[in-house]
């Protein structure tokens, strides 16, 4: 109910839109254990939505409600892990959480695992990389479709240097 009357509240549904009191009632209902309302206030944090930006704190509530369940709030920690954001960087956590992500179904996780094995694993694996975002890219995802475009740039520059040298 507090999530619920967080978000009229931040729409104006029902009377005047009052971000501060939706915030309010958002952050109640976080702290009650709502894994929806942690994942709401992690990524309120993250983008500045009626509060401040404030990484670190997208990066606890995030985990919070990851650690509780919420899918695509293991991919935002997982991405959060992956580069560093808001916490420190962490690889094999960040592959943890994205594969926990996967394992749910959350479609995000396939283009964020093909993030982290192209372009934040040492060294790459382009191979692994490139099935993933080919999956997501034909389930439609637009970013797997640039993700692949930039492997392939980043290959056929790689091959240029090497020919001319």
């Given at each position: 109910?507090?999530?619920?009357?967080?978000?009229?509240?931040?729409?104006?549904?029902?009377?005047?839109?009052?971000?501060?009191?939706?915030?309010?009632?958002?952050?109640?209902?976080?702290?009650?254990?709502?894994?929806?309302?942690?994942?709401?206030?992690?990524?309120?944090h993250?983008?500045?939505?009626?509060?401040?930006?404030?990484?670190?704190?997208?990066?606890?509530?995030?985990?919070?409600?990851?650690?509780?369940?919420?899918?695509?709030?293991k991919?935002?920690?997982?991405?959060?892990?992956?580069?560093?954001?808001?916490?420190?960087?962490?690889?094999?956590?960040?592959?943890?959480?994205?594969?926990?992500?996967?394992?749910?179904?959350?479609?995000?996780?396939?283009?964020?695992?093909?993030?982290?094995?192209?372009?934040?694993?040492?060294?790459?694996?382009l191979?692994?990389?490139?099935?993933?975002?080919?999956?997501?890219?034909?389930l439609?995802?637009?970013?797997?479709?640039d993700?692949?475009?930039?492997?392939?740039?980043?290959?056929?520059?790689?091959?240029?240097?090497?020919?001319?040298?």
């Amino acid at each position: 109910a507090r999530r619920l009357l967080a978000e009229m509240l931040r729409r104006g549904e029902g009377g005047p839109r009052d971000l501060a009191a939706a915030t309010r009632w958002l952050r109640a209902a976080a702290e009650a254990g709502d894994r929806t309302a942690q994942f709401t206030l992690g990524v309120a944090h993250a983008v500045g939505d009626g509060v401040p930006v404030d990484l670190a704190e997208a990066a606890i509530w995030s985990r919070r409600a990851a650690e509780a369940g919420h899918a695509a709030a293991k991919v935002n920690i997982g991405r959060f892990a992956m580069q560093g954001v808001g916490m420190p960087r962490d690889p094999a956590a960040a592959l943890r959480w994205l594969g926990s992500a996967f394992d749910d179904g959350e479609l995000a996780a396939i283009v964020a695992l093909g993030e982290l094995f192209a372009f934040w694993a040492d060294p790459p694996d382009l191979a692994r990389a490139r099935a993933l975002f080919e999956r997501a890219a034909r389930l439609g995802d637009l970013r797997a479709r640039d993700f692949l475009r930039r492997i392939d740039e980043d290959r056929s520059d790689s091959e240029t240097t090497r020919d001319s040298a």
